[in-house]
């Protein structure tokens, strides 16, 4: 593949509005761009959890999601092209059950919180689940594919349970919310 982005600033989004993969362009405040973003600040925030110690195999696994996020974000650039397939999904349903098996079931409810690892985890799992929002919101405008939407939800559950994985990791556990703590 040849160079593609030689020039950043093309002064053409100045009046509002974004070229799309497939030539034409939308407002930056449609549904279709706010999706494309939020599944961008998914990705980029994935990479700062990268940053953290975390195992090897996990590590890989999340740099596979990533590189399934950038497709996604191109799938959601070009309206009708399919890029994120059942297999995808599925791909994170296993490893959704083997990490979940792993894991202690939980008899509270968890805190966001933790780990540094664990805690930027949550925060993806958060920017995940708008990412989501934004998906179905721009589903109810356009005609999309059904994978985007639910490769996003299955990701937003592995990232809770990859948070409890990343807390066990740095020697920790779960912090538990305390329904019966003082309020006031």
């Not at 405040?29 to 961008?40: N, Y």
């Not at 191109?74 to 083997?98: M, S, T, W």
């Not at 929002?133 to 639910?150: C, D, F, Y």
Request: with cysteine.
């Amino acid at each position: 593949m040849g160079k593609r982005l030689s020039k950043i600033a093309t002064r053409t989004g100045d009046n509002g509005s974004t070229g799309l993969g497939d030539g034409s362009r939308t407002s930056k405040d449609s549904a279709r761009v706010h999706a494309m973003g939020d599944i961008d600040e998914l990705n980029s925030n994935l990479g700062v959890l990268l940053c953290e110690a975390m195992p090897d195999a996990l590590r890989e696994e999340l740099v596979a999601i990533q590189h399934d996020l950038f497709d996604l974000g191109g799938e959601l650039c070009i309206p009708g092209y399919q890029l994120i397939k059942e297999e995808h999904v599925l791909r994170l349903d296993d490893l959704l059950a083997n990490y979940n098996a792993e894991l202690p079931a939980l008899a509270e409810f968890i805190l966001p919180a933790g780990s540094r690892a664990a805690s930027l985890a949550h925060v993806c799992r958060t920017v995940c689940r708008r990412a989501e929002r934004s998906i179905v919101a721009l589903a109810a405008k356009e005609t999309i594919h059904e994978h985007p939407r639910q490769y996003v939800n299955r990701l937003s559950d592995l990232l809770f349970v990859l948070s409890r994985v990343l807390n066990r990791f740095a020697g920790g556990d779960d912090v538990l919310w305390r329904h019966d703590r003082a309020r006031g």
